[in-house]
């Protein structure tokens, strides 16, 4: 299940470059999130391990980023945390990946949302006011959300003619997984996002999900007792190991 939902969140966040090699996956994209600018070591290898590390680490200088990788209970070879530990990696993002069934999901209220099956300016105009990205981050997730190959649902909900919360999910093999769920900052607490993610979730639903997977970072309270309130369950954690510049 673990490698299952790594793959599928590889395919719904692209990187802008991507090599293969021996097992490991190693994902650029301008040093615009961690999960798009760092290895996973999904599968089995065969290279010595230091010298396969020391690879990475010159694959990343050359783009002048920092080696970072995502790490899982089950990431090849077993004990990689620790040997990276010592190595001078520091553990950075513990996050939560959790799934739902969607069997029993409740309806989402009434609320006035708009969906777009691609990635708009309008969508991507509200997300970045919502979650105040820069003028370079913008860029950077622009090419990314247009390079996704599975179907997408960007939507955006609103109250009193303004978006107060944005989303995306992306299906792909009868899940759904959610990403950028954001909230405007002056409308907490007042159930939006909630109704956000029950549209985006009957979205799937309708359109052949059976599950939805997400992930949360460890410490954001909001965030997780909202996706506790919906039934969430974490499935496995995962987090980086970074060296630093």
């Known amino acids: 299940m673990i490698t299952k939902l790594e793959e599928l969140s590889i395919r719904a966040w692209p990187a802008l470059e991507t090599i293969i090699a021996d097992g490991w996956v190693m994902r650029f994209a301008a040093g615009y999130t961690k999960r798009a600018n760092s290895v996973y070591p999904l599968y089995p290898v065969e290279e010595e391990l230091e010298r396969k590390i020391k690879a990475c680490e010159s694959s990343y200088a050359s783009?002048?980023?920092?080696?970072?990788f995502k790490l899982t209970p089950s990431s090849q070879p077993a004990g990689l945390d620790f040997y990276l530990a010592?190595?001078?990696y520091r553990a950075d993002g513990r996050t939560s990946v959790q799934a739902l069934s969607l069997t029993d999901v409740a309806v989402p209220a009434s609320q006035t949302v708009r969906m777009y099956e691609a990635c708009t300016d309008e969508w991507l105009e509200a997300f970045c006011?919502?979650?105040?990205?820069?003028?370079?981050?913008?860029?950077?997730?622009?090419?990314?959300?247009?390079k996704i190959i599975p179907r997408t649902c960007y939507i955006a909900l609103y109250h009193e003619n303004e978006v107060v919360a944005c989303g995306l999910g992306v299906l792909d093999s009868g899940y759904i997984?959610?990403?950028?769920?954001?909230t405007d900052s002056c409308c907490r607490k007042q159930g939006f996002g909630e109704q956000l993610v029950l549209h985006l979730l009957?979205?799937?639903?309708?359109?052949?999900?059976e599950i939805s997977y997400l992930q949360v970072i460890a410490d954001n309270r909001p965030a997780l007792g909202l996706y506790a309130k919906l039934g969430y369950q974490e499935v496995y954690p995962y987090w980086y190991r970074i060296k630093d510049l």
């Open 63 to 68: 783009k002048q980023l920092p080696p970072i």
């Open 86 to 88: 010592k190595k001078g």
């Open 129 to 146: 006011r919502l979650s105040e990205k820069s003028g370079s981050e913008k860029q950077t997730m622009s090419q990314t959300l247009r």
């Open 177 to 182: 997984g959610l990403y950028d769920i954001v």
């Open 202 to 209: 009957q979205w799937g639903r309708d359109n052949g999900a």
